[in-house]
């Protein structure tokens, strides 16, 4: 498979909410955006998509300064358009949080998409195998024994994990790789992929875009989640809950072979 970089996939991404947002009806109303400490949500016209905060972005008061607006009143359309702005971070900010929720909140639920969560899949592919998850879910602990040899790459690693550095020494080995979601936000996704084109990839968790272009990018499946009760998720990401915590999210998984 042809290696595509950072601002390739992203613009792929950004491409995929476009043709969402084309055939969606154009409403007045301003998107709105609400934060909390792990995550942001952005709505608008009854639609909501979720992503993480990366660690160290700063608050903002105006949670839409830095998003290519292009001095209209925020819509979903156009902060999805800004993501391939934000393919190489230079510094923690909002600014791809905000993009990426957007393009969560456009893009639809595919009707292929099972509901399972992302661990379980990772379990159901990676039984016996050498397996590498990128990002400390908090579920690596409790599936950790099932695989052959069992790694966690984190940019801010807990005991036991190893650092983002360590990933030229394990993932070309690895016969499974689960990636955070977040990897589309900090830059790293082009990276982790080129160095594990043989193993089964899955993307999961709140930032996870339903894209198809993923699939093309090197990604066999896409856990992310559809919005059951957009008020309790408002008040879930307000209140400051993580992911695991939140209500009103359903988890799903697509897989690219189930594209129709």
């Given at each position: 498979m042809h290696h595509l970089d950072q601002l390739t996939i992203l613009q792929a991404i950004a491409a995929d909410a476009a043709q969402a947002a084309h055939e969606l009806t154009p409403h007045p109303e301003p998107a709105?955006?609400?934060?909390?400490s792990h995550l942001l949500a952005v709505f608008q016209n009854g639609r909501l998509?979720?992503?993480s905060r990366l660690h160290g972005a700063s608050d903002n008061t105006e949670l839409f300064d830095g998003a290519a607006t292009t001095g209209s009143p925020p819509s979903l359309a156009n902060l999805a358009a800004s993501l391939p702005e934000h393919a190489s971070l230079t510094q923690p900010s909002l600014g791809p949080s905000l993009a990426l929720a957007a393009v969560n909140a456009l893009l639809p639920v595919p009707k292929t998409a099972a509901p399972l969560?992302?661990?379980d899949l990772l379990l159901e592919h990676g039984a016996g195998k050498d397996a590498v998850v990128v990002g400390h879910f908090p579920f690596v602990e409790k599936?950790?024994?099932?695989?052959r040899s069992f790694h966690v790459l984190e940019l801010r690693p807990k005991p036991g994990d190893l650092p983002a550095e360590a990933a030229e020494e394990v993932l070309p080995g690895a016969g499974v790789v689960a990636l955070t979601g977040t990897t589309l936000l900090n830059g790293t996704l082009s990276g982790i992929l080129a160095l594990c084109p043989d193993a089964f990839v899955l993307l999961l968790g709140p930032s996870t875009p339903f894209a198809p272009s993923?699939?093309?990018?090197?990604?066999?499946?896409?856990a992310g989640n559809a919005i059951a009760d957009a008020e309790a998720v408002i008040a879930g990401v307000a209140a400051g809950l993580p992911y695991r915590k939140l209500k009103g999210v359903e988890s799903l998984t697509w897989l690219?072979?189930?594209m129709g």
């Amino acid at each position: 498979m042809h290696h595509l970089d950072q601002l390739t996939i992203l613009q792929a991404i950004a491409a995929d909410a476009a043709q969402a947002a084309h055939e969606l009806t154009p409403h007045p109303e301003p998107a709105r955006s609400v934060s909390g400490s792990h995550l942001l949500a952005v709505f608008q016209n009854g639609r909501l998509g979720l992503a993480s905060r990366l660690h160290g972005a700063s608050d903002n008061t105006e949670l839409f300064d830095g998003a290519a607006t292009t001095g209209s009143p925020p819509s979903l359309a156009n902060l999805a358009a800004s993501l391939p702005e934000h393919a190489s971070l230079t510094q923690p900010s909002l600014g791809p949080s905000l993009a990426l929720a957007a393009v969560n909140a456009l893009l639809p639920v595919p009707k292929t998409a099972a509901p399972l969560k992302g661990q379980d899949l990772l379990l159901e592919h990676g039984a016996g195998k050498d397996a590498v998850v990128v990002g400390h879910f908090p579920f690596v602990e409790k599936i950790a024994g099932e695989f052959r040899s069992f790694h966690v790459l984190e940019l801010r690693p807990k005991p036991g994990d190893l650092p983002a550095e360590a990933a030229e020494e394990v993932l070309p080995g690895a016969g499974v790789v689960a990636l955070t979601g977040t990897t589309l936000l900090n830059g790293t996704l082009s990276g982790i992929l080129a160095l594990c084109p043989d193993a089964f990839v899955l993307l999961l968790g709140p930032s996870t875009p339903f894209a198809p272009s993923l699939f093309e990018a090197g990604v066999d499946a896409i856990a992310g989640n559809a919005i059951a009760d957009a008020e309790a998720v408002i008040a879930g990401v307000a209140a400051g809950l993580p992911y695991r915590k939140l209500k009103g999210v359903e988890s799903l998984t697509w897989l690219a072979g189930d594209m129709g």
